[in-house]
């Protein structure tokens, strides 16, 4: 198969159709890279996202996939690989909330399993492909693989225990591959948003605008998802190898103990 020249890295970003894998994808392309994103449905906002990459100046491809279903995660690598010849960077951004809100008491079996799913499972087994992926082809390019969590990986809300306990495993998994990947010089880093404004929000904004009032949040706002992106495109380009294993707040301060 003829590839396209990968002169430029390339950047796999999940769950990139639209709040804040949308700016990722964004930020990377204004970083210098083409991107392959993924998302359960292609529609309108797929549709913009590339849009919008491709007016950044990179090339753009999107594959449908649902990060739950295991078997479909070779289908997105051999779409990457078709698409540029290699992967210098992943972005495990994609992620679903506890599908309602409620009693710690009431949590069911298969609502913990549909979030764990995704969330867990679904990020490791990709992250383990793309690492196989990575320690067997060299790349000219800096290579790095970002998990985005959140603060829920250490602050508890009982309201939504399954995504809490979701989140929590994922700085483990960040460790665990930083470890494993650090001598074939790809760097493992975890983001933690906190409260950012995205379509995942919307349903809550008052509820927190009321909070934010009440001190919840030092800097006293939402947080945006370009504050993400742009977290996540410094850490993609190499900047700061020797600091695998790293994990970057991006949460006004919410986070931060206080007496």
Known sequence: ?????ASRPTALVTGGRRGIGRAI???????????VLTDVVQDAEADATCALVRAAGALACFVVSNLSELDSHQAVLDAALAFKGGIDCLVSNAGIGSPSR????????????????????????????????????????????????????????VERAEYCLSKAALPMLSRLFAL????????????????????????????????????????????????????????????????????????????????
């Open 102 to 157: 409620g009693d710690l008491l009431d949590v069911s079996p298969g609502a913990f399993d549909a979030v764990l799913d995704v969330n867990l499972r679904g990020t490791f087994f990709m992250t383990q492909a793309v690492a196989r992926h990575m320690v067997s082809v060299p790349s000219p390019h800096a290579r790095a693989i970002i998990t985005v969590s959140s603060v829920s990986a250490e602050m508890a809300s």
């Open 1 to 5: 198969m003829n590839h396209i020249p």
């Open 180 to 259: 494993r990947l650090a001598s074939a010089q790809v760097a493992v880093f975890e983001v933690r948003p906190g409260i950012i404004r995205t379509p995942m929000t919307e349903g809550v904004a008052e509820r927190y605008e009321a909070r934010f009032r009440g001190g919840l949040v030092p800097a006293a706002r939402w947080g945006e998802s370009d504050e993400v992106a742009r977290v996540v495109a410094t850490l993609a380009d190499g900047s700061l190898p020797f600091s695998t294993g790293s994990v970057l707040h991006v949460d006004g301060g919410l986070s931060i103990p206080v007496l």
């Open 25 to 35: 994808c964004v930020a990377l392309a204004e970083r210098g890279y083409d991107i």
